[in-house]
């Protein structure tokens, strides 16, 4: 596997394993901060691939594919949290520095996992249970309240993996695969159907010396269980709640050793006192969705604060920029050209700064985002969505 080149003055390496649009978009902060990238691509076309120079196409499921590339490196992170544990053994037995480390992405990978720790944690979650049988389903259901929420411990992602069940019924295919090797090996998890006034979402970094960052509490949108929309700061949010939230997102942090970008996303609830509270949704190690803002909204973007804490520098400041920025994401739709309504939404909104992914357009696919930053949410929420809808072509005006 060929060497990535060597900036002078003895600046590092960063290997980041999977070519998609995270690796891409760490590309900008690391020449801004002297650090070259060196990504383990899925194709010479992928993503990442378009953009860092220092890109071998590899199989993140190969064993020695993997080590090859790793070796080249001085310090190894990820574009997605799908390396298989064999694998990452295998890197940590050879001395490769990797963040976040085995042990905490085991409660990315594995929902099972995250929900016995976050729980024996005292983590607000919602009521779960592990499901081999329909008897336990049923159980379940019978105790919790009908419809339940099932997913696959693994590899769900985007709405994939997850579904709202009516009965025990709903999930005889699944229960069919328990058992067998893959997503549902070790049994379904089931929650219940939490009663959520929105979504939001803490994102963390943390660094290997225990250093950490935490920008403002974000809400999210979603749309057919993917992400769309994204306001940041969460707008009427409750002081106490933002605060609680947060250290909880920094507990999570630190008692699962978490290294790089963590995002914890949360539903907003209602206490039995009527008071606002959080449960603890899904954990993703790495840069996400949710903080898609911060790259032209905050003073440091996530994908330059994840290169920071991954070599353990110094964090940088997480501030706003603005009193408020919008994210909303731009999915494909029916136009494979995107670049004449680039230009277009350019010439309408300068102040609206899109970002595109370099990935072919497929109905549903994300293929980019724009940010719009405002002293007004309204303004910034109403340019953000246009821009986004004139990519996809729901709009032509």
């Given at each position: ?75 190894v992170t990820f574009d997605h949290e799908h390396v298989p544990q064999e694998v990452l053994e295998a890197l940590e037995a050879n001395g490769v520095a990797i963040h976040p480390t085995r042990s905490a992405l085991r409660f990315a990978q594995d929902k099972l996992a995250m929900r ?59 229960l069919a695969l328990v058992g067998q090797p893959g997503a549902l090996e070790d049994g379904l998890l089931l929650e219940e159907k939490v009663a959520f006034t929105r979504e939001l979402a803490v994102l963390i970094a943390r660094s290997p010396s225990g250093q950490a960052a935490a ?183």
């Amino acid at each position: 596997m060929s060497q990535p080149k060597r900036a002078p003055g003895g600046f590092p390496v960063v290997g980041v394993v999977g070519g998609g649009q995270l690796a891409r978009m760490m590309q900008s902060p690391a020449v801004g901060l002297g650090i070259q990238l060196s990504v383990l691509a899925e194709s010479e076309l992928a993503a990442a691939a378009l953009v860092v120079p220092s890109s071998p196409v590899g199989e993140h499921t190969d064993l020695d594919t993997v080590l090859a590339f790793a070796r080249q490196c001085d310090v190894v992170t990820f574009d997605h949290e799908h390396v298989p544990q064999e694998v990452l053994e295998a890197l940590e037995a050879n001395g490769v520095a990797i963040h976040p480390t085995r042990s905490a992405l085991r409660f990315a990978q594995d929902k099972l996992a995250m929900r016995e720790r976050l729980s024996g944690l005292d983590i607000a979650c919602p009521r779960w249970q592990r499901a081999r049988t329909a008897a336990e389903v049923t159980a379940f259901g019978d105790e919790v309240g009908w419809p339940i929420i099932a997913k696959t411990p693994r590899g769900g992602y985007d709405g994939k993996g997850v579904t709202v069940a009516r009965s025990a019924d709903d999930l005889a295919e699944w229960l069919a695969l328990v058992g067998q090797p893959g997503a549902l090996e070790d049994g379904l998890l089931l929650e219940e159907k939490v009663a959520f006034t929105r979504e939001l979402a803490v994102l963390i970094a943390r660094s290997p010396s225990g250093q950490a960052a935490a920008w403002p509490v974000v809400e999210t949108v979603q749309t057919d269980g993917i992400c769309t929309e994204v306001l940041a700061p969460a707008p009427h949010l409750d002081p106490t709640l933002a605060s609680v939230a947060t250290a909880a997102a920094l507990r999570i942090a630190g008692e699962l050793d978490v290294t790089g970008v963590l995002a914890v996303e949360m539903f907003e609830v209602r206490a039995e006192d009527g008071s606002p509270a959080y449960v603890v949704n899904e954990l993703a190690m790495r840069p996400h969705n949710s903080g898609h803002w911060s790259i032209d909204g905050a003073v440091t973007g996530q994908f330059e604060q994840h290169l920071r804490a991954v070599l353990d520098l110094p964090l940088g400041d997480p501030r706003p920029r603005s009193p408020w920025t919008v994210m909303a994401n731009v999915l494909g739709g029916d136009y494979e050209e995107l670049y004449p309504a680039y230009r277009h939404i350019m010439a309408r909104d300068p102040g609206a700064k899109v970002h595109v992914y370099g990935k072919g357009v497929r109905p549903g696919r994300k293929i980019g985002h724009v940010n719009v930053s405002s002293t007004d949410l309204v303004d910034a929420r109403e340019r953000a969505r246009h821009a986004a809808d004139y990519l996809r072509g729901v709009i032509t005006e």
